[in-house]
């Protein structure tokens, strides 16, 4: 079955090259052709490698900002981590030195 205009797809060129034909679901559609080959309907599927290349780096950009957002998370993630480990090391050593401390003084 042929694409429709619908769907946003350009048209395909018949054996002559004048015109493509494509049949929607209730009526057919005729778009003129241009000399180069393309129709001359609104194809928003024709994208030049320019805009491929541009729309390649905004998308690549964009990636990057997030990617350097998440890191930046995690870093803040992980710094909150040692403060938490360092507080529960120096209640654990403490807590050591009163018990060697102790068990020292009962020996004695």
């Not at 395909?12 to 054996?15: F, G, L």
């Given at each position: 079955m042929p694409p429709s205009v619908a769907d946003?797809?350009?048209a395909?060129?018949?054996?002559a090259g004048a015109s493509s034909?494509?049949?929607s679901s209730s009526e057919d559609?005729?778009?003129?052709?241009?000399?180069?080959?393309?129709?001359?309907?609104?194809?928003?599927a024709d994208v030049t490698s320019e805009e491929k290349r541009n729309i390649r780096l905004y998308k690549n950009r964009e990636a990057a900002k997030e990617c350097r957002r998440k890191k930046k998370e995690y870093v803040r993630c992980l710094e909150s981590r040692v403060v938490v480990l360092e507080q529960q090391n120096r209640h654990l050593i403490?807590?050591?030195?009163?018990?060697?401390?102790l068990y020292c003084t009962k020996g004695s």
């Open positions: 946003g797809l350009p395909a060129p018949n054996s034909h494509i049949q559609i005729f778009l003129p052709r241009s000399p180069c080959g393309r129709s001359t309907g609104d194809d928003s403490d807590e050591l030195r009163c018990l060697k401390e």
